[in-house]
């Protein structure tokens, strides 16, 4: 999977926290799909770190419910359980109804005028079927409501799970769109905020959120919001834009020229590629995560991680030509430009990579092994799980269903789920 350089990070922040951000973004946004398993050597290497901080932050992430240690793999990620989505949005949707009186009490008609103005972007969204846009001014309107609060602890609860429900965004944001009463919703709670109604604002906000989580449990997720299935041209004319897009931004590395345009190109090409990598992994993990066997969607990701060697071989490209200049004209490039500024840490830290850096020829056959080595032993795992079945009390189940019992609350459910796969 794609592992682009410009990612932003607080210069601030200790190497633990931005490997856990980082490792958590690809994971939530699928970039690192369930079954994925994290080399240590591999993402240490891709993040420009030692292993002592990535252990850290895998650490961090075991606790998040994100990764898990299982036995002879190491460190996989966790695939979201029905149980996992119904939880997240119990918690979410409790935190919200907690808010509400404090949101009601605070809003201003500054707010209200902001929030309409929100509302028009969405009702053009809305008519038009444009889901991109929809999910932009959707969370924004949302955010804008959430934060009306000053319950500071709660908030920081909502904002954790929000960035879980980022993962099934897709789905919420296409059940709007079929369902326009949900927008209409929209217009109505701004009407009732107006008019600080607050009994009148926690039955819709009730409601609607109920609405929103029962469409992420049905089991029914529309992702046509990235492709018509897996026929949908355009899912070649995308690799096809990324197959132009990678020997582009060597060419444009190896050609000299300005720095600051340099970089700056190179930025608006890896922003690219990266937005290609996570709708076509997306598309694929998503539909993975309610159909492990799906032959397409395996294909699919197998397409899109063989792509990475090349992806990497372009980040240490990047790296190589940071490398070559002195720290005093990467500062001055930076200073230039407010694209280069916001992306300034992760360029200091490519350049100090350089020096780590094996030859080309060596790193792509280092890559390919660690590729064809690794993800080639998880996709066989993830296949077996999701055919191998399992005498379960009585019951043929398959190896994966009995796995996701180890998650259950009932000891005597663990016991027998332990034994049935031993017994496997």
Same mark, same amino acid.
């Given at each position: 999977?794609?592992?682009?350089?410009?990612?932003? @990070?607080?210069?601030?922040?200790?190497?633990?926290?931005?490997?856990?951000?980082?490792?958590?973004?690809?994971?939530?946004?699928?970039?690192?799909?369930?079954?994925?398993?994290?080399?240590?050597?591999?993402?240490? =290497?891709?993040?420009?770190?030692?292993?002592?901080?990535?252990?850290?932050?895998? +650490?961090?992430?075991?606790?998040?419910?994100?990764?898990?240690? @299982?036995? +002879?793999? /190491?460190?996989?990620? +966790?695939?979201?359980?029905?149980?996992?989505?119904?939880?997240?949005?119990?918690? +979410?949707?409790?935190?919200?109804?907690?808010?509400?009186?404090?949101?009601?009490? %605070?809003?201003?008609?500054?707010?209200?005028?902001?929030?309409?103005?929100?509302? *028009?972007?969405?009702?053009?969204?809305?008519?038009?079927?444009?889901c991109d846009a929809l999910a932009s001014f959707n969370r924004a309107f949302h955010s804008k409501i959430e934060h009306l609060s000053d319950?500071?602890?709660? !908030? %920081?609860?909502?904002?954790?799970?929000?960035?879980?429900?980022? %993962?099934?965004?897709?789905?919420?944001?296409?059940?709007?769109?079929?369902?326009?009463?949900?927008?209409?919703?929209?217009?109505?709670?701004?009407? !009732?905020?107006?008019?600080?109604?607050?009994? /009148?604002?926690?039955?819709?906000?009730?409601?609607?959120?109920?609405?929103?989580?029962?469409?992420?449990?049905?089991?029914?997720?529309?992702?046509?919001?990235?492709?018509? /299935?897996?026929?949908?041209?355009?899912?070649?004319?995308?690799?096809?834009?990324?197959?132009?897009?990678?020997?582009?931004?060597?060419?444009?590395?190896?050609?000299? /020229?300005?720095?600051?345009?340099?970089?700056?190109?190179? &930025?608006?090409?890896?922003?690219?590629?990266?937005?290609?990598?996570?709708?076509?992994? *997306?598309?694929?993990?998503?539909?993975?995560?309610?159909?492990?066997?799906?032959?397409?969607?395996?294909?699919?990701?197998?397409?899109?991680?063989? !792509?990475?060697?090349?992806?990497?071989?372009?980040?240490?490209? !990047?790296?190589?030509?940071?490398?070559?200049?002195?720290?005093?004209?990467?500062?001055?490039?930076?200073?230039?430009?407010?694209?280069?500024?916001?992306?300034?840490?992760?360029? %200091?830290?490519?350049?100090?990579?350089?020096?780590?850096?094996? &030859?080309?020829?060596?790193?792509?056959?280092?890559?390919?092994?660690?590729?064809?080595?690794?993800?080639?032993?998880?996709?066989?795992?993830?296949?077996?799980?999701?055919?191998?079945?399992?005498?379960?009390?009585? =019951?043929?189940?398959p190896l994966s269903a009995v796995r996701g019992k180890a998650e259950d609350p009932d000891p005597a459910v663990r016991r027998d789920a332990?034994?049935?796969?031993?017994?496997?």
């Open positions: 999977m794609y592992s682009g350089t410009f990612e932003l @990070a607080e210069e601030s922040k200790p190497i633990r926290d931005i490997a856990y951000d980082r490792l958590k973004r690809a994971i939530i946004t699928g970039e690192l799909p369930a079954g994925s398993r994290i080399v240590e050597t591999t993402y240490a =290497e891709q993040l420009h770190i030692s292993r002592t901080p990535l252990r850290e932050a895998l +650490r961090k992430l075991e606790r998040d419910g994100l990764v898990e240690y @299982a036995l +002879r793999h /190491g460190v996989v990620v +966790r695939a979201f359980t029905v149980a996992d989505i119904e939880e997240i949005f119990t918690i +979410r949707n409790a935190m919200m109804m907690l808010i509400m009186p404090s949101v009601v009490e %605070r809003v201003t008609a500054q707010d209200i005028a902001e929030l309409r103005v929100l509302l *028009s972007e969405m009702d053009v969204a809305q008519q038009e079927e444009d319950k500071r602890r709660i !908030l %920081r609860v909502i904002d954790d799970q929000e960035e879980y429900i980022q %993962r099934f965004s897709a789905i919420t944001i296409a059940s709007i769109v079929r369902r326009s009463k949900a927008h209409q919703e929209h217009h109505q709670m701004v009407d !009732l905020l107006e008019k600080r109604d607050l009994p /009148g604002m926690e039955k819709l906000m009730a409601h609607h959120l109920e609405e929103i989580k029962e469409s992420n449990m049905n089991g029914t997720w529309d992702l046509s919001v990235y492709y018509n /299935g897996f026929d949908d041209p355009r899912i070649e004319g995308d690799f096809a834009r990324i197959d132009a897009l990678i020997p582009q931004a060597k060419e444009l590395l190896a050609g000299g /020229g300005d720095a600051v345009a340099v970089l700056t190109q190179y &930025a608006d090409l890896d922003e690219e590629l990266e937005t290609l990598f996570d709708k076509l992994g *997306s598309f694929a993990s998503l539909t993975l995560a309610t159909d492990a066997a799906n032959a397409p969607a395996m294909q699919l990701m197998d397409r899109v991680r063989q !792509l990475s060697v090349p992806a990497s071989l372009l980040s240490s490209s !990047l790296s190589r030509y940071l490398g070559a200049m002195s720290a005093e004209a990467l500062e001055s490039a930076i200073a230039s430009s407010d694209k280069l500024r916001a992306i300034g840490f992760s360029l %200091r830290r490519s350049r100090d990579a350089a020096q780590h850096n094996p &030859a080309p020829e060596i790193e792509e056959w280092l890559l390919r092994m660690s590729l064809d080595g690794a993800d080639a032993f998880s996709t066989l795992r993830d296949q077996l799980d999701a055919t191998v079945t399992v005498d379960y009390r009585g =019951e043929q189940l332990y034994l049935a796969e031993l017994a496997s």
